[in-house]
């Protein structure tokens, strides 16, 4: 299997690693620098938080603004609705803002919230109970 990393920008590379590790991920220091920070989310997932200068480098183009509006929307799975609840209120006591209210549809709850930078992740939990394939 591949491993996926998703690089974003950030305006301050301390303050969005102290977040990220106050939601409990960890920094892969041997793959850190002064313009990027490697947080692991899993086993085959790598969150790249690049300062805006070595962001931009990796593109053809202008770089957009997370804080001026949603560039993406990252979804992390959790394995319970009372999970959904507290990495929400982790991020938003981190530093991050509140996103949507929580909302349930189908077999899902979800709720959301912005890193200090303006990146929306959303949490979800799947009853798979309910899913049908």
């Known amino acids: 299997m ?3 990393f998703v690089k974003l920008p950030v305006r301050d590379l301390p303050a969005a690693r ?3 590790e106050a939601l409990g991920f960890r920094v892969e220091e ?3 620098d002064e313009g990027e920070a490697a947080v692991v989310l899993g086993d085959e997932l790598v969150l790249a938080l690049h300062t805006r200068e070595r962001f931009a480098a990796l593109l053809p183009g202008e770089a957009g603004d997370p804080a001026q509006a949603p560039t ?3 979804t992390l799975t959790a394995d319970s609705r009372a999970d959904v609840d507290d990495r929400v209120a982790r991020a938003v006591a981190a530093g991050g ?3 949507l209210p929580a909302r349930e549809a189908d077999a899902r709850y979800t709720g959301s919230f912005a890193d200090p930078d303006g990146n929306v992740w959303e ?3 799947i009853d798979q109970l309910h899913v049908v394939n």
């Open 2 to 4: 591949s491993m996926l």
């Open 18 to 20: 102290a977040f990220y």
């Open 30 to 32: 041997t793959s850190s």
């Open 72 to 74: 993406v929307v990252h």
């Open 97 to 99: 803002r509140p996103g």
């Open 123 to 125: 949490v979800v939990w």
